[in-house]
């Protein structure tokens, strides 16, 4: 089993910056890959962003170069450096991690382990 907890989610004006947080504990064979994903109010959840266990990073591509996904490996973290935030980057964040690889498609359905999200509203 793995555990995922975020947090660093909160209220920002356009333009400002966010770092959310996903402490992971459990097996790390089952968390090879680790990604953000969100989902707004009246949408479908979305991938952001997911990392390997080798560090490779791989990004959602309406992002442009905004968000930076990275892990301490030594703290069982992973990160998520949210720069240029706009309004329509409010949603629920979630952390998320898959055994198998490869990591990609940034696609929810691949993931199996899922943290509570942390809320991320971005006004304008």
């Known amino acids: 089993q793995v555990q995922l907890v975020e947090s660093g989610g909160g209220s920002v004006q356009a333009g400002g910056s966010l770092r959310l947080s996903c402490v992971a504990s459990?097996?790390?064979?089952?968390?090879?890959?680790m990604g953000w994903f969100r989902q707004a109010p009246g949408k479908e959840r979305e991938g952001v962003a997911v990392i390997d266990s080798d560090g490779r990073a791989s990004y959602a591509d309406f992002l442009k170069g905004r968000f930076a996904i990275s892990q301490d490996n030594a703290k069982n973290t992973l990160y998520l450096q949210m720069n240029s935030l706009k309004p329509e980057d409010t949603a629920m964040y979630y952390c998320a991690a898959r055994g198998p690889f490869p990591c990609t498609p940034i696609r929810g359905y691949l993931y199996s382990y899922w943290g509570q999200g942390t809320q991320v509203t971005v006004s304008s």
């Open positions: 459990g097996y790390t064979y089952i968390r090879n890959c």
